[in-house]
């Protein structure tokens, strides 16, 4: 059996335990997209990258620029020796991850608890959400435009709110009923808080309204303008006796995001133009202003366009025509509880490598970006040339399921796509699973990617 392990020498595993280490603290400081993007920046701007609004005049090869959209997108360039026009090679991930969002109006009183209403996120078994640690973390934004950031439930003496279930022995009528209705969307609301003040109503909601007020100096009108999303508290954690995984909260997608991110920062002088574009919303169906079907991709191609006197629809279109991409999201590992899901010659495997899924989507591969198999001839020599061990894989067996990427987003511009990205167990749950050996075999690949295309 080949796994990454084999392969890995002595040195090979101390430089995966670092990296390891790295990824799991960069998953517990950015829980959300936001975050992300900060903790990006800080790095980028480290590696030596500039924001793209702050260059003027002819860019040459080896300039490191980055780009932000909104708080919630960035995109990475480092020019390389060939002409744009000979195209980019591309890394494309999203970091946006399953979660409950705070309604609008989404404080009320009941039974002498303060409550949060929630609207979940993402695909997700609202079973798995309750009666766990969680924490609060967004922006409210104020009608004078401040900003105010909030996390609550990170720090260890922070406290954590959650969504309380049923005791087993009142549940009786809950446990014969489907999973997909056993907890109900509606009953995920958030226990938030339980003093009264000395009002005669809704002394609780008001104690804790006060609080809020006195803390983050915001009203009960200021929750319609706010971004605040509900995650699990706990960390990002090694799993396994052997600590050969790594169970946290968002690998989906932030573990090819943190990977792409990683390679690109590594790149010094590439041939072709390197870029990695990390996105939201991709968990809702890729859409709005910061998801991967905003046009803001594109015009950040034109500025670069425009650094070299060629900002016009020809060199746009031979550009992208000629850049080739990555897009990166996790992959269904099998799971040894339920391997029936899986056909086992065609799934991903912890411990195997990075998995490149040459179609994805569901029912007859509807939604899916079907790879060319000119593309993947010359992204396997590429990949044997490097020693970088790889899979291929579907999700599950044909009529069990499926799931979307952003690859067909990306290949409407008319460049080469593929999906590729790393393995995980427990997908969309609040505590997924993934191969240390994959995380960083998933990196090796994503540099040779930009190294050698
Ligand atoms: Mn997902
Ligand atoms: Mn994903």
Not at 51 to 63: F, H, I, P, R, T
Not at 212 to 233: I, Q, R
Request: hydrophobic share 40%.
């Amino acid at each position: 059996m080949k796994t990454v392990w084999n392969e890995y020498d002595e040195k090979r595993r101390e430089e995966m335990e670092a990296f390891a280490k790295d990824y799991r603290f960069f998953l517990n400081r950015t829980k959300t997209e936001r975050e992300f993007v900060k903790e990006a920046v800080r790095l980028a701007e480290a590696s030596g990258f500039v924001n793209m609004d702050s260059v003027s005049g002819a860019l040459k090869a080896g300039d490191k620029l980055y780009a932000i959209n909104r708080g919630k997108n960035i995109v990475l360039y480092v020019i390389g020796e060939q002409p744009l026009t000979d195209g980019l090679s591309i890394l494309g991930a999203h970091i946006d991850s399953p979660r409950l969002d705070l309604k609008q109006r989404p404080l009320y009183e009941k039974e002498g608890f303060a409550m949060l209403d929630t609207h979940y996120y993402g695909g997700i078994k609202k079973y798995q959400w309750v009666a766990r640690p969680m924490a609060l973390h967004g922006v409210v934004v104020k009608k004078d435009g401040t900003v105010i950031d909030v996390v609550i439930g990170e720090d260890e003496e922070d406290p954590v709110l959650g969504v309380s279930d049923i005791l087993i022995h009142l549940a009786a009528k809950q446990m014969q009923k489907k999973a997909s209705e056993a907890v109900e969307g509606e009953k995920l609301d958030l226990i938030a808080g339980s003093i009264p003040g000395k009002e005669e109503k809704e002394p609780v909601k008001t104690f804790l309204m006060n609080y809020l007020n006195k803390t983050y100096g915001m009203e009960e009108d200021d929750f319609l303008s706010a971004e605040l999303e509900v995650v699990p508290a706990d960390h990002a954690r090694n799993f396994g006796i052997d600590s050969s995984m790594i169970m946290g909260y968002g690998h989906d997608d932030r573990i090819c995001a943190y990977t792409s991110l990683r390679a690109i920062l590594e790149m010094e002088k590439p041939a072709r133009t390197s870029c990695c574009i990390l996105v939201d919303k991709e968990e809702i169906g890729s859409v709005g202003a910061t998801g991967m079907q905003s046009r803001w991709f594109e015009n950040t191609v034109i500025s670069l366009l425009d650094h070299f006197g060629m900002a016009d629809l020809v060199h746009l279109n031979q550009t992208l025509t000629n850049s080739c991409m990555l897009s990166s999201d996790v992959s269904a590992g099998l799971d040894p509880n339920f391997p029936e899901m899986f056909e086992a010659k065609n799934a991903a495997y912890l411990g195997k490598g990075i998995v490149f899924n040459k179609y994805t989507g569901a029912r007859g591969k509807s939604g899916s970006n079907d790879a060319n198999p000119e593309y993947f001839a010359k992204i396997r020599r590429v990949m044997d040339e490097n020693h970088i061990v790889f899979q291929t894989a579907e999700l599950g067996k044909v009529d069990e399921g499926g799931g979307g990427t952003i690859a067909y987003i990306l290949a409407e511009l008319n460049m080469d796509v593929i999906d590729a990205g790393i393995a995980v167990l427990n997908m969309h749950s609040p505590s997924e699973i993934a191969s240390k050996a994959d995380l960083y075999e998933g990196y090796r690949a994503y540099k040779v990617f930009l190294e050698k295309m």
